[in-house]
Nanobody
Framework: QVQLVESGGGLAQAGGSMRLSCAAS????????IGWFRQAPGKEREFVAA???????YYGESVKGRFTISRDSAKTTVYLQMNSLKPEDTAVYYC???????????????????WGQGTQVTVSS
């Protein structure tokens, strides 16, 4: 059974930093990928970052250079380090996973089978 549990959200000031964690179980085998998405009120779910089973990482254009996705040595926890936060980063952040997502679909939320409950990130100006 797949479980994804996010933690680390909260309130930050613009220019500040925050780290989100996603504890993953039941999915870290095979050609899996774990991604972070975010959704602000009235907007579509947006790709933030993803890491594949081989360690390769991918980023959305709006966060490139500011956010870093990584994982622990056991490959069971994925982190999203967010630096230089902006008010437009305010959203609910979701961790998502799929056991066999293909590279061309890694930015498509519809291709992920498993989702966490989400964690709110609010950035004040």
């Amino acid at each position: 059974q797949v479980q994804l549990v996010e933690s680390g959200g909260g309130l930050a000031q613009a220019g500040g930093s925050m780290r989100l964690s996603c504890a993953a179980s039941g999915v870290t085998s095979g050609s899996y990928a774990i991604g972070w998405f975010r959704q602000a009120p009235g907007k579509e779910r947006e790709f933030v970052a993803a890491i594949r089973y081989n360690g390769y990482t991918y980023y959305g254009e709006s966060v490139k250079g500011r956010f870093t996705i990584s994982r622990d040595s056991a490959k069971t926890t994925v982190y999203l380090q967010m630096n230089s936060l902006k008010p437009e980063d305010t959203a609910v952040y979701y961790c998502a996973a799929d056991r066999s997502i293909i590279l061309s679909s890694i930015r498509d939320p519809n291709q992920y089978d498993h989702w966490g409950q989400g964690t709110q990130v609010t950035v004040s100006s």
